[in-house]
């Protein structure tokens, strides 16, 4: 089965920059759909961003440009780039793959956890 695993979360000061990456351990291609979530405690996990096999994005509203999403395919990861950190980002960053709605094929990563301190 596919495995996805975040890493480059951390603690950042506010204004901070940090870049996540997931590794698939297979092509990312296999997929409909890439992305990123996050969840802070006592809060609902909430879209960050997603990557489509054909390379559209979405991004949360909330997040202003700050936010990309981009890949590798080469390397079989997904990368997000944070910018301008604020204290409300913190949060456990989850990579997230996709299949086909009909397939029911729905994956996670372990999740990294993003600190932003004020």
């Known amino acids: 089965q596919v495995q996805l695993v975040e890493s480059g979360g951390g603690l950042v000061q506010a204004g901070g920059s940090l870049r996540l990456s997931c590794v698939a351990s297979?092509?990312?291609?296999?997929?409909?759909?890439m992305g990123w979530y996050r969840q802070a405690p006592g809060k609902q996990r909430e879209l960050v961003a997603t990557?489509?096999?054909?390379?559209?994005?979405n991004y949360a509203d909330s997040l202003k440009g700050r936010f990309t999403i981009s890949r590798d395919t080469e390397k079989n990861t997904v990368y997000l780039q944070m910018n301008s950190l604020k204290p409300e980002d913190t949060a456990v960053y989850y990579c997230?793959?996709?299949?086909?709605?009909?397939?029911?094929?729905?994956?996670w990563g372990q999740g990294t956890q993003v600190t932003v301190s004020s």
């Open positions: 990557l489509s096999r054909a390379g559209n994005t």
């Open positions: 297979r092509t990312i291609f296999g997929f409909n759909l």
């Open positions: 997230n793959a996709k299949g086909r709605p009909a397939t029911g094929s729905d994956r």
